[in-house]
């Protein structure tokens, strides 16, 4: 699943979207943060059509919803901003994402997950590194390079945040 991790465990933070829970490596993150002003960026792609400051840095927003098919839904009183770092064309990136519920740091068993099925999934299976089930729930983890590379039309687009 991931060459990062030496165990037989990957340490997540798992969050909704729309009611489906997701993880991100836990090493990616760097703050979750209440909801903050958002600032609209014109001609920017749906998916990351927003910024936000973040410690005095302006940052993309990006929303995963988008990616998977989901619909925007109005933030709530549970509605969180996670910041993480990941390396966008080899250079290590803030990107803040959107979240409807935050849950916890975790940790899921390699030996739990499996690679997305090809068929009878109601998502991209290139969007999803793997699925994870742990207490009888599904937990999907994104594939965030693909997301990125599809979604912000090219890598560089989510730094830059133009439309492709």
């Known amino acids: 699943m991931s060459e990062s991790h030496t ?4 340490q997540v933070l798992t969050f909704d979207l729309h009611g489906e829970t997701f993880a991100l490596e836990a090493g990616w993150v760097r703050e979750v943060l209440d909801l903050t002003t958002e600032t609209n960026v014109p001609g920017a792609a749906p998916f990351v059509s927003a910024v936000i400051n973040f410690r005095g840095r302006v940052i993309p927003l990006a929303d995963l919803r988008l990616a998977f098919g989901l619909e925007r839904s109005a933030p709530t009183i549970d509605s969180r901003i996670v910041v993480i770092e990941y390396d966008l064309d080899g250079a290590p ?4 994402l959107r979240a409807d519920k935050v849950h916890e740091v975790t940790s899921l068993e390699v030996a739990e997950t499996e690679d997305a099925p090809r068929v009878g999934l109601r998502w991209r299976s290139d969007f999803i590194r793997c699925l994870a089930r742990r207490d009888g729930d599904l937990i999907v983890v994104p594939d965030l390079d693909q997301i990125f590379a599809t979604k912000g039309g ?3 687009a989510v730094i830059q945040l ?3």
């Open 154 to 156: 090219a890598t560089g």
């Open 162 to 164: 133009s439309a492709a």
């Open 7 to 10: 165990s037989d465990a990957l």
């Open 93 to 96: 990136t803030l990107v803040g």
